[in-house]
């Protein structure tokens, strides 16, 4: 039984999924020529983006994940993990490998640090996610999941926006089961993000994760009736 949440942001925005909020300003195929539209996926810590993303995957769509394409970009011996290493010193890396939980967590302490490692990170897998639009595909859309997609405004660049979207309190107890952490700790990453109501205000279709498994799955597969047709 799916269980019911007191949420001020459904008298918003409704109860039902697939909630078309703006109209397509951004179309990134029919601007440069490419045939397969480009979707953005983003969401709060915790809102379900990973699941959602899988679900896109078993539904044969190609998708691409900006967090995974961080990891990759400073992968031990590369340039990115060279170059990162001289920005913020190497007490971060372990015989040429990065501590990630580290850094993520000095780096929600330091705004200047946070500055350095994009400044780093971010032009690399920004090329990464532009040699992978411009690639062929026989998928009928992509998805290209980004928790900072709205942040570093790539959905400017995109064919539309698609936001998985869960109360906050999901989020803490979601967060904190998941990382094993604590709630406030995930309250400080929450409140270091988008807000949710700005991050619904960009979005082109919501997906509701207040729920469980099921309803999340029937929503993507509706969401894909729909993309596979647009």
């Keep these: 039984m799916a269980t019911q949440i007191d949420d001020p942001l459904r008298s918003t925005f409704g109860n039902c999924c697939l909630v078309l909020l703006v109209s397509k300003s951004h179309p990134l195929t029919k601007e440069n ?35 995974q394409l961080a990891r ?3 992968d031990p011996g590369s340039p990115g993990a060279h170059a ?8 971060y890396f372990v015989d040429g490998t990065l501590n990630r939980r580290l850094l993520r967590q000095d780096m929600y302490q330091s705004a200047s640090l946070k500055q ?4 780093v990170v971010h032009p690399l897998v920004r090329a990464a996610v532009t040699a992978w639009i411009a690639s062929d595909t026989n998928s009928p859309y992509r998805i290209l999941c980004s928790p900072l997609l709205i942040e570093t405004e790539q959905h400017q660049t995109l064919d539309g926006v698609i936001v998985v979207d869960a109360p906050e309190t999901c989020q803490l107890t979601r967060g904190a089961q998941r990382d094993n952490d604590s709630t406030a700790r995930v ?3 929450i409140d270091s993000q988008l807000p949710r109501l700005t991050r619904l205000e960009h979005a082109t279709y919501v997906i509701d994760n207040s729920n469980d498994l099921t309803s999340l ?3 993507v597969n509706a969401l894909h009736e729909t993309l596979t047709h647009d």
């Design 33 to 67: 020529g490419l045939r397969t539209p480009v979707y953005g996926l983003t969401g709060g810590i915790a809102s379900g983006k990973s699941t959602v993303l899988e679900l896109f995957d078993q539904l044969g769509i190609e998708t691409r994940d900006t967090d």
């Design 84 to 91: 990162l290493e001289q920005a913020i010193g190497s007490q």
């Design 187 to 189: 309250q400080q990453i």
């Design 217 to 219: 799955t029937n929503q």
């Design 116 to 119: 350095q490692v994009e400044s």
């Design 72 to 74: 990759q970009v400073v």
